[in-house]
């Protein structure tokens, strides 16, 4: 088995720790690629009279990047660039197609809904279609998601549009059909895109994580280390599963790279969290203080990326069920579906007001979504609220998913 980078791990008693050192190069390879191709294009981007292809080139080259090496402030720079770039050009669609992107990544809904219908037939392409199903799934329709992603894959199937029908698909209930779907993603993939099959691996991995199978897990995060050595989120997929194996010490040694490498305050607090199992109290805190800063400094900036992880800070870690239940009601005027449903239902059974918690999970739970999270927390509310057969039902169902619902797993 490969663990963290420029480690090679091994299995050891049933274990997953045993490490040698080994070298990474394929993502310091693709990193340093895209870093020259910025170098050559940046001062051909912009100079007046603009060149449209370039202009589009620079800014899809900074949001390429930003997003390999999970740079925020690059994300932020390239943003910069594309609004100016819609400034010179108007209304492309290339342009508004990295925009809708970068507005999606940040949770920024009606920004997106707003590019697809303003680039120049944006709406139509391939791209825009799936767009639009992304926006559907994220506002809880999913049945226009699903709608969505089935026609985008009768019209040629491509590996991106089969992992998002496969996502659906897996949160729905349906595993094992999720999990062929990402099998036929990763055979429309090519040599040239290694990357992106490590990634539908990673999702593989997350899927048997979710149902308690660790070592299957485990064989699919080894195959996306293979497949694309180095990868910072490779790593971090292995420090969680590292934790929910009971390999506590491992796993912070692991997330302590990938903060080294990646500082972003959901993986402070995934570490601030393995931390406080551990009984190191003052690291936790210093953690989970860096963590809630960075979240609540983006939300004082007009940034909405960071409300879901602050419902679950104050949920999990602060056990602040008021400032839960604020911040569950802003990401669901934003976005409702299951999730942020089932985020304000547990909010709510936080700050002790159980028939609005239940009204809130039984709506999260009336979308078909099968999660033994999900199942989990609605157990917990229901035996709260003196509903023994219901809580018992759905215990059972979260179990039945996932014998192991209740150890370490990380918020994504």
Known sequence: MVGARGVRVTGSRGGLSERVTTPRTDFDAERDRIERAIAEVEPRAFPRPVDGEKATQYCYLLYQHASLVGDLEGLA???VAIERAIAELGPAPD???LKANMDFKF???ADVERDLHTGRGLLHTPQGRALQADLDFQEGRYDEARRGYESLIR???????????????????????????????EDELTAKEMRHYAWVELQRGVLRLRQGRHETAWTHYDRADRAYSGYWLVDEHRAELLGAHGQLEEA???????VARVPRPEFHQALGELYALLGRVDQAAESSERALAAYLDSARRGGVHYYHHLVDFY?????????????ARMDLALRSNFSTLAALGWALYRAGELPEAIDAMERALASGAADAHLFSQAGVIYRAAGVPDKSARYLEAAANINPQHDVFHVHR
Do not use: F, N
């Not at 949920?315 to 911040?327: C, F, I, L, Q």
């Open 107 to 109: 949770h920024r809904l």
């Open 315 to 327: 949920s999990d870690v602060r056990e602040d069920g008021a400032e839960a239940v604020r911040w």
């Open 155 to 185: 019209d040629g199937p491509t590996w991106d549009s089969l992992a998002r029908l496969a996502h659906l698909t897996w949160k729905l209930g349906d595993t094992e059909a999720a999990d062929r779907l990402y099998l036929r993603a």
């Open 95 to 97: 342009v508004y197609l």
């Open 252 to 258: 912070v040694q692991l997330y302590e790279r990938v």
């Open 77 to 79: 720079r390239a943003e």
